[in-house]
């Protein structure tokens, strides 16, 4: 069964600072990970799709990295600003329980403060 | 360009009653998806569609009913709402289903007094 696990829970850094959130999976057989954003009491919005065949993807700021054989992704965001303050999320689309399972990680709730 | 949207945003119910959540989207996507999202435990699938007329079961799927009767609308239906169908529900579409990459609606908050 496939688990998503994303450390830590929650992260508070100041403007300007660099930093990665963390997201791990058992199973390394997945056919992409996306990272999505969540704003409260808002919907889910997808930052970056990683197919399996990738490495990484960029945008903008925004750099998602994936590592199979580790099980493991990251999100690097440069530069932060308070509006980055929201909750990420990361889900693993997995081969190996139901092709139209993506799991998701229960998220990373970042404040960026002035 | 309005993307996803879900209806009503808010609803409470009481035990027993059943209500429906309305999904759009204006993307022309085939696939099209409910969650249920609660605390500490992420989002879970409850039903989806891969096109028109058709709908399968997700990870949580009792006490749920849906329909996609247009491509365009996915509905959510809870016959007898229990206590434990308290949550926030989400619609989602995408045009692949293994490649695509996911849009949400802004979420249905209901709650089962």
């Known amino acids: 069964k496939q688990e998503v696990t994303q450390i830590p829970a929650a992260l508070s850094v100041p403007e300007g600072e660099n930093l990665v959130l963390n997201c791990s999976f058992t199973?390394?057989?997945?056919?992409?990970l996306q990272w999505f954003r969540q704003d409260p009491g808002k919907g889910l919005t997808s930052l970056l799709l990683?197919?399996?065949?990738?490495r990484e993807q960029t945008s903008g700021r925004l750099n998602a990295s994936l590592d199979k054989s580790s099980g493991r992704s990251t999100l690097y965001i440069a530069a932060s600003q308070p509006g980055d303050s929201a909750t990420y999320l990361c889900?693993?689309?997995?081969?190996?329980?139901?092709?139209?399972?993506?799991?998701f990680g229960t998220g990373t709730r970042l404040l960026v403060s002035p | 360009n309005a993307g996803v949207t879900q209806t009503p945003k808010f609803r409470v119910l009481k035990t027993g009653q059943s209500m429906t959540l309305l999904c759009a989207q204006d993307?022309?996507?085939?696939?099209m998806y409910w969650y249920r999202q609660d605390p500490g435990m992420g989002l879970r699938l409850i039903h989806y569609?891969?096109?028109?007329?058709?709908?399968a079961k997700g990870e949580v799927p009792d006490g749920y009913n849906v329909s996609r009767l247009k491509k365009q609308n996915f509905l959510l239906g809870l016959e007898s709402a229990a206590p434990s169908q308290t949550s926030v529900y989400f619609c989602?579409?995408?045009?692949?289903?293994?490649?695509?990459?996911?849009?949400f609606g802004e979420g249905s908050r209901l709650t089962v007094l």
């Open positions: 989602a579409s995408s045009y692949s289903l293994l490649t695509g990459e996911l849009f």
């Open positions: 199973d390394s057989a997945i056919y992409n």
């Open positions: 990683i197919q399996s065949s990738q």
């Open positions: 889900a693993a689309y997995s081969m190996n329980t139901g092709f139209q399972k993506l799991v």
């Open positions: 993307m022309n996507h085939e696939y």
């Open positions: 569609s891969v096109g028109e007329g058709t709908t």
